[in-house]
């Protein structure tokens, strides 16, 4: 098993902890060319009507199996004394914390702590997801699926998946058409969401990009 780091919104965290959302889609970088029925990225040629599951097998997050650990906001609270038996209290922006013993953090995060020693100084700012440190990460997840589509082929019970809350009750009894306009429903938020985030980028529902849908389950939470 492999571990890789990957970045979750605090928004994203919350409905992973809640059971809410076991899936993800991640932008392909750089995006893959298609050459008549093959797929061209980094080098690589897939057969793009048969092999999407070979193609997967180049995912940067990994493969069915490794686990993916989560890198959110964070910020250090409180480091306690004496040295040789630190505990640092870490705050992550749900208001969840997670104490530490471990000495090596105090020292070795360049820029949380202004100075270490005895009475170690340390910052209250909000660290990037960026910069967190695999030892403070509280969620594990281990990788269920792997594909790679264009963002525009998700499907209504992916878009639940992917932890999208409609605003309204869904009814158990219905015909075909009701639940075919849940389904729109779940697809037309999740596109106003990853549009929120992406289309800034060049990387929005209109300009359908390839993605990596991934879908995990939570394994445990750290702290």
Not at 39 to 52: P, Q
Not at 97 to 110: G, V
Not at 194 to 216: C, M, Q, R
Request: net charge neutral; hydrophobic share 35%; glycine share 6%.
């Amino acid at each position: 098993m492999k571990e890789h780091p990957i970045i979750f919104s605090t928004a994203a965290i919350k409905a992973i902890l809640e059971g809410q959302k076991t899936q993800t889609r991640q932008v392909i970088k750089p995006q893959p060319d298609i050459v008549a029925d093959w797929l061209c990225w980094k080098g690589s040629l897939r057969c793009l009507e048969v092999n999407k599951e070979l193609f997967a097998q180049l995912c940067p997050y990994g493969r069915v199996g490794d686990r993916l650990w989560v890198k959110e906001s964070w910020r250090v609270i409180d480091v306690t004394t004496p040295v040789d038996n630190r505990i640092v209290t870490i705050q992550y922006r749900d208001d969840s914390t997670f104490r530490l013993t471990n000495t090596e953090l105090a020292y070795n995060q360049q820029g949380i702590w202004v100075k270490v020693g005895y009475r170690a100084t340390y910052s209250r700012k909000w660290q990037s997801p960026q910069f967190m440190p695999r030892s403070v990460s509280r969620i594990d997840l281990e990788i269920t699926e792997i594909r790679a589509e264009r963002v525009q082929e998700i499907t209504g019970e992916d878009a639940c998946r992917e932890g999208i809350v409609l605003p309204f009750r869904v009814y158990g009894d219905g015909d075909s058409e009701y639940y075919e306009s849940i389904a729109n429903a779940y697809i037309s938020h999740f596109c106003a969401l990853w549009d929120s985030l992406n289309a800034k980028h060049g990387y929005g529902s209109e300009a359908n990009p390839w993605v990596w849908p991934i879908t995990f389950k939570k394994e445990e939470q750290n702290g």
